[in-house]
């Protein structure tokens, strides 16, 4: 079957074909089909938009993620090459994130942008999946409160449930009534979910809620279930939500010592060959990254050689976990391996060391979780040496906070 999925990955990217659509998509349908109604200022821009399925909201196909930036002037300059609609989260940078940009965006109009953030609603049990009775509306409503007085603002175009890891999680009463409250009220303009792992399975549930308007989704060419997302996909656009691609780039670099990188560029023109892949949020962190980001917004088709570059790297084992989960059966110790992989791409992929600590200490894990196993039991799908990612990652369990922050 792992064979199947990479010969199947490989094809995939030789056609440039998307997955369970049957359309081959060239520069020619990307600029000439996702264009409604323009405005003036649009008219004299070569930058692509697509609207956010049946929401109305018209953004360019490449926006910007602001979880790993702490420059505002990086930011100022994405808004000023056309970048509008920013995403970030409660926790990111612990709210200092949301805090810059609160800062920030006093001097633009509240029309000039778009912007979503994240609420992970807190007491989920990581073995089951779901919440426990910590995760109650109040909770909800009070950690939106405060990203609101960061951001200095009267509402948020998007808001997130931010990553429920089952579709029981998706449905959770107490953060389904909040989340419906705040839109009511005006708070939030539109609800949404964001996938990390489990994709096809909570786009679809995110079809059944009937409550939610935007889905942002972990999508790359180096997962291994690409038809089946490419199905919930197509499922969620007929249906009328928004689509929003991240972590398109893959972890970055396919090897811990950054010497063999992704192809970045080609990974993002990749994603965005999708026409229900609405926009999309790269982390860039630099205005080299951002000089990369506005070319795409102007022509994303994948040159012969780009092509190459994923074609090759389809089948390399790289920092990116496909989140299958099918490690969670194996390990002996019940850990939340999928996790443990995520803080390790956050580590060496992101050199974002906060943000894997964070998650580390979230885990309420042992320094040392493999310590009582004499042999690992896991075969990984995306080829991982686990055990030696688990124990060289939990190291950062042991380093104080504040020689991270």
């Known amino acids: 079957m792992k064979k199947q999925n990479k010969l199947n990955r490989r094809g995939f990217l030789k056609s440039s074909v998307i997955g369970a659509t049957g359309l081959v998509v060239g520069q020619n349908v990307l600029a000439g089909t996702i264009k409604t109604e323009t405005t003036e200022e649009e008219k004299n821009e070569k930058i692509i938009y697509r609207t956010l399925g049946k929401t109305g909201m018209k953004l360019p196909i490449v926006n910007m993620g602001v979880m790993r930036a702490d420059n505002p002037n990086l930011v100022k300059a994405a808004l000023e090459k056309g970048i509008k609609h920013l995403d970030t989260a409660h926790g990111y940078q612990e709210g200092r994130n949301e805090e810059m940009l609160g800062k920030l965006l006093q001097d633009y109009p ?155 560029k080609a990974a993002l023109k990749w994603a965005l060959q999708n026409p229900n892949v609405h926009t999309s949020i790269p982390g860039f962190t630099s205005f080299d990254m951002l000089e990369e980001s506005f070319g795409i917004m102007e022509n994303p088709e994948l040159t012969d050689e780009e092509k190459k570059d994923l074609e090759a790297g389809a089948t390399t084992a790289s920092l990116y976990c496909n989140g299958c989960n099918k490690c969670l059966d194996l390990c002996r110790n019940h850990l939340p391996v999928p996790d443990l992989m995520r803080a390790y791409m956050y580590t ?40 030696e990612k688990i124990k060289d990652v939990s190291r950062l369990m042991g380093v104080p906070e504040d020689f991270i922050t």
């Open 110 to 264: 509240r029309d000039s942008f778009t912007i979503a953030t994240k609420i992970h609603p807190p007491g989920l049990d990581r073995e089951t999946g779901m919440y426990s009775e910590e995760a109650t509306e109040e909770a909800f409503l009070e950690k939106f409160k405060i990203s609101l007085e960061r951001l200095r603002l009267e509402h948020v175009d998007i808001l997130f449930h931010h990553m429920p890891p089952t579709k029981e999680a998706l449905f959770h009463e107490p953060t389904m009534k909040a989340m419906k409250k705040l839109k009511k009220a005006g708070k939030a303009k539109l609800l949404g979910i964001s996938v990390h792992r489990n994709e096809p399975e909570l786009i679809e549930a995110a079809v059944e809620s009937g409550v939610l308007d935007v889905v942002l989704t972990a999508y790359n060419f180096k997962q291994d279930h690409m038809e089946k997302l490419n199905e919930a996909i197509n499922k969620a656009a007929k249906a009328g939500l928004g689509i929003i691609a991240m972590k398109t780039m893959a972890g970055g670099f396919y090897d811990k010592e950054r010497q063999h990188p992704v192809n970045t």
């Open 348 to 387: 060496y992929g992101y050199r974002n060391l906060e943000k894997a600590h964070d998650l580390l200490v979230s885990l309420d894990l042992p320094e040392d979780p493999c310590k009582n196993c004499r042999e690992c039991t896991i075969s990984c799908t995306s080829g991982f040496n686990v055990a």
